[in-house]
Nanobody, 120 residues
Framework: QVQLVESGGGLVQPGGSLRLSCAAS????????MGWYRQAPGKQRELVAT???????NYADSVKGRFTISRDNAKNTVSLQMNSLKPEDTAVYYC??????????????WGQGTQVTVSS
């Protein structure tokens, strides 16, 4: 079984920075995509950033230039460096892993989420 554990959330002032980390454990297929999604109060969960095991980072337009996603394939970890944070970035951030085994449909796994609050 695959388990994802997030860390690094907290309270930060506008313009500040936070770094989120996610560690995946279990039997993980090498071809996969890890990423971050967020859900603000009253809104649907949305993509923040993803990164393939072969790189190829992808960002939502709202965070381009401010957030950077990275991963360590050997450790199955993914991080999200968030700079120039805005109040609208306030949300619960969820780590996601989508793996692509050769004989099955893609499998999705989610962490339990970590709260990020941007407020003065």
């Amino acid at each position: 079984q695959v388990q994802l554990v997030e860390s690094g959330g907290g309270l930060v002032q506008p313009g500040g920075s936070l770094r989120l980390s996610c560690a995946a454990s279990g039997s993980i297929f090498s071809i996969n995509v890890m990423g971050w999604y967020r859900q603000a109060p009253g809104k649907q969960r949305e993509l923040v950033a993803t990164i393939h095991s072969g790189s190829s980072p992808n960002y939502a337009d709202s965070v381009k230039g401010r957030f950077t996603i990275s991963r360590d394939n050997a450790k199955n970890t993914v991080s999200l460096q968030m700079n120039s944070l805005k109040p609208e970035d306030t949300a619960v951030y969820y780590c996601n892993l989508k793996e692509y085994p050769p004989t099955h449909d893609a499998n999705d796994y989610w962490g339990q989420g970590t709260q990020v609050t941007v407020s003065s």
